[in-house]
């Protein structure tokens, strides 16, 4: 019987639950990093960073590497397919604190594929394997890396791939075994996850399609995985991160999404600045007001609004009880917004 509360090791990185966040690019922002932990993570793990901004010290890449200190245990993410540029990225990543770099060779998306980055590198082992090798060498955290299967359907590529990126200095791999062409249509095939876990001797994190305590637990036992990652299902929904982890968790009221969404809003307002955060959260008042949580004609009527203050106040108005529970979540989160931009040492804006 696997017990998700236990914890596990990626090297001399203690992970209290057996349930981690997904990277996602344009999701996991800070504020939805610290919500997952708050939620019962046990890693959270930042979007996919380009090696290549870091290395030109561009101002938004930069903006990645923010780390709160209630974040921890955190792994930021990079891409890039130059050995020396990735390597000089992961010590910023190190710089900035967090405690694992974690390498991206699953990215499918063609403006990242075609600089050889991404889910490219699954068919280029030497490279791939020289680049986990010189990241390794570079950093004193330990080094993961988040696969797909391959790049074309039934590909096998990651269990050739697997041990030879341990080999070269992985500490864990997480994988994602739909292939690149897949994108995310179909099921993710864990047998696959299975095959990795009994070829390498590093802990695995099987990701794709956990949506519940019962998928995560049966993933788990038939895989040997050392945990689950999840994704699309947090999205708007950090109370599917507590069922995952428990299970039994009942839905949300009105006020707790609510207030959970209210939070989101404002510290991502100040991680991002209010222009950038007005488009950007868009999406997420879909997320968190679906699953029959609102009708629909109200996230129409939020999209349409033109400042968050608007967005706020029409929230409330939703649902009044939220304030006082919003409230109640600030005050736990004081300690943290105080230090909201540490960690993003001077050197690392030295260069630019
Ligand atoms: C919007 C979105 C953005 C993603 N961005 C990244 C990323 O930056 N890095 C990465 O390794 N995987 C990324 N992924 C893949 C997820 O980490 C995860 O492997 C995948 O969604 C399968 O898990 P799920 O079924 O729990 O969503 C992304 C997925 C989505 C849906």
Known sequence: MVNLHESWWIGAVQIPTRVVLAPMAGVSVQAFRRQGRRYGAGLVCSEMVSCAGLEHRNERT??????ARDEHPLAIQIFGSEPRVMAEAARMVEAAGADLVDVNFGCPVR????????????????RAARIVETVAGAVSVPVS???RRGLEDGSR?????????????????????RSARQMYTG??????????????DVPVVASG???SHAKAREVLATTGAAAVMVGRAAQGNPWAVAEILKGGAGEPSREEVVAELLLFVRETVRELGEQRATGFLKKFYGWYLCHGRFPKPFKQELLQLRTIAEVEQRLLIAAPGAEEL??????????????????LPISVYGGG
């Open 111 to 126: 403006k990242v594929t075609k600089t050889g980055a991404g889910a490219t590198l699954l068919e280029d082992p030497v």
């Open 157 to 177: 590529a990651c269990l050739d791939l697997g041990p030879r990126l341990v080999d070269a200095g992985a500490a864990s791999l997480t994988l994602h075994p």
């Open 209 to 211: 399609d956990v949506v």
């Open 326 to 343: 919003l409230e109640r979540l600030e005050e736990d989160h004081t300690a943290g917004e105080e230090v909201l931009l540490e960690g």
């Open 145 to 147: 890396v988040k696969m």
């Open 62 to 67: 930069l903006d990645y590497l923010r780390v």
């Open 187 to 200: 099921e993710a095939d864990h047998a696959l996850t299975a095959e990795l876990v009994q070829l390498v």
